[in-house]
Structures are given as structure tokens and as C-alpha cells.
């Protein structure tokens, strides 16, 4: 395989392992073992990836300015939320101009990746006939007609299977694979029968409720959950935080913690050398103080007791 362009496909535990490098974390919202399938190409500023993993979940990702990323659900649609924006069968969900992304999923079956931002844009624009400096291009969800989605999974689908050409320095095989997957993001966005727009103010303003509410929990990381102090720190009431938490996370706000609480419990056990204490350690850390009461939900979202993890 050439240097430049690294290829993949592991079981998505081995990936959850590593996940702490890669800064995405994953809440899982119902039971199971965290095993799936992931595979794709990556090189240093292009990203091509197909994910299968049967559990509900939220994936909260940083994203570099420098990229243009996006996300295409394969089924289940509808019951897709990214940033707030539900999604449609006709859905390909594009992030430009995002510090992250928060995406709710019955599932999390998908193709999505990355490319440099400057060369899709030049794309698109060229496509659309209009100047990149004077582009205002807005990420949310894009409305493709299904025929030219199904057109567009199959186009991603043969770039992740297809090999590079014979003779290719690996350096050619990245720039290569970078200059076809932005180009054909930016074809079939470009004709889109219809986009996001940046005025879409009823669909962001529940993400913004989730995010002002974040950054609040993030400073009290030991603190026990209350509905009342989430609702003083985003300055709304419980109905309306808790309309803005099931739209943009499909659940409460105070069982939305408590799970982001677990998963990074978890993490800290997948990273222990597995030392005594390491179980009550990672459980206080993230404000469980009833050892008890945490192995009891950690079993119940993760199929297994703390110790277990400890010990694989």
C-alpha cells in the first residue's frame, strides 16, 4: 500500500481504544457490546470511512476548520439529528465552517469523510458559477434527489474498495484520492435540489441550548447532575431544555450526562494497567460516588461490569 495513503478494516472496539487520540467521543445511549465494523482510506487531509455499529449513540467530533467534512446515514434516515437538523432520504449532511459536530443515530451505519476545504470549494463554486471568495456556503443538511444519492454511496463505496493505480508514488495516491472525493462531494452538492440554509434559526437553536449546557457540565466534572442547575446555566426552563436535549440528543438532559459521564469512565478504564483502585478511581473522577450504582448502569448500557473492561 503506498505511503501516503493508509487503508483500514478492524473491529470498532480496537478503534474505541484509540479513540482518546483521535478526540471523538461516543455516548452510547442503550445496551450492547461496543463492537462493530470500520473501514476506509485516510491519508493526511482526506478521509473516506464506512461505520457499522447496531447501537443507538451520539458522536461528538471535533472538526479542523481546514476540512470540509460530511456524513451520509445509510438507513434510517429520518431518525438521524445532526447539530439539531433531522434528517430525510434524501440527506447528505455537510460540516464547513464547524468547530464540531454532534450527530444522534438509531445507528451508526454510515459513510462519511473529509476533504481539504479550499479544493472543495473551488469545485463547487466552479460548478455553480460563482467566485469562492464571494461563497457562503452553509453546512447542514443537503437535500439530494435519491437517485443521485444512491449514485453518490456508490461512488463512495467503489473509491473505498478500489486500489490505487499500478506505478502510483504514494504521495500521487493521496493527492489523487483527495482531488476525486472533493470532487465529487462538490458535484453532487452542487446539485442539490435544495439546501440548509444559514437562517435556519428553529433548528440551531436546541444545539445551542446543548452547547451552552455542555460547557457548563464541563466545568463541574464531579458535581452530581440536576435538571434545576442545567436549566439556571443555559437560563431556560426544564421544558424547554429538555425539548432542546431530546431534539438535538434523543434524551434527557440529565440522563444525557449521566451516559457521557459513563462513556468517559469507560475510556479511562479501556487506558488503566488495570492497578488496584483503578475501577473506584475512574468512577469518582467522573462524579459516581456509589460504586455500586455505577457498575449496576455501566452493565446496563455496556453488557458488562467495570471489572470486566479492566480486565480485557
Not at 457540565?217 to 446555566?233: G, N, Q, S
Not at 473522577?285 to 461490569?305: C, D, H, K, M, P
Amino acid at each position: 500500500m503506498p505511503e501516503g495513503l493508509i487503508e483500514f478494516d478492524q473491529p470498532l472496539l480496537d478503534r474505541d481504544r484509540d479513540r482518546s487520540r483521535q478526540q471523538v467521543e461516543i455516548i452510547q445511549l442503550e445496551q450492547g457490546a461496543t463492537r462493530g465494523r470500520y473501514m476506509g482510506k485516510r491519508s493526511e487531509t482526506t478521509a473516506l470511512q464506512m461505520v457499522h455499529f447496531p447501537h443507538e449513540a451520539l458522536i461528538r467530533t471535533p472538526l479542523p476548520k481546514q476540512a470540509a467534512c460530511f456524513t451520509v446515514p445509510l438507513g434510517n434516515e429520518r431518525e438521524w439529528f445532526v447539530n439539531g437538523v433531522q434528517g430525510s432520504e434524501s440527506s447528505v449532511f455537510l460540516n464547513i465552517d464547524l468547530d464540531e459536530t454532534l450527530i444522534y443515530t438509531p445507528d451508526r451505519n454510515s459513510l462519511s469523510g473529509g476533504v481539504p476545504r479550499d479544493l472543495f470549494v473551488g469545485y463547487y463554486c466552479a460548478l455553480i458559477g460563482r467566485d469562492p471568495e464571494d461563497a457562503d456556503i452553509a453546512p447542514g443538511n443537503v437535500q439530494i434527489d435519491p437517485a443521485a444519492k444512491s449514485a453518490f454511496i456508490r461512488s463512495l463505496t467503489e473509491m473505498l474498495r478500489a486500489h490505487p493505480e499500478t506505478g502510483m508514488s504514494g504521495g500521487d495516491a493521496s493527492d489523487a484520492f483527495g482531488t476525486r472525493l472533493a470532487h465529487l462531494l462538490a458535484f453532487h452538492l452542487a446539485s442539490a435540489s435544495r439546501h440548509h440554509t444559514r437562517d435556519a434559526g428553529a433548528c440551531r437553536t436546541p444545539y445551542a441550548l446543548v452547547r451552552l449546557t455542555c460547557d457548563f457540565v464541563e466545568t463541574i466534572p464531579k458535581r452530581p447532575i440536576l435538571l434545576a442547575d442545567l436549566c439556571a446555566a443555559a437560563r431556560v426552563s426544564a421544558p424547554t431544555l429538555t425539548w432542546a436535549f431530546q431534539r438535538v440528543t434523543g434524551t434527557s438532559p440529565v440522563r444525557f450526562f449521566r451516559l457521557q459521564r459513563l462513556a468517559k469512565a469507560r475510556e479511562l478504564l479501556l487506558a488503566s494497567d488495570g492497578s488496584t483502585g483503578a475501577v473506584k478511581a475512574a468512577a469518582m473522577a467522573n462524579g459516581f460516588t456509589e460504586l455500586g450504582r455505577f457498575s449496576g448502569l455501566y452493565r446496563s448500557i455496556y453488557g458488562e461490569l467495570p471489572s470486566q473492561t479492566l480486565g480485557g
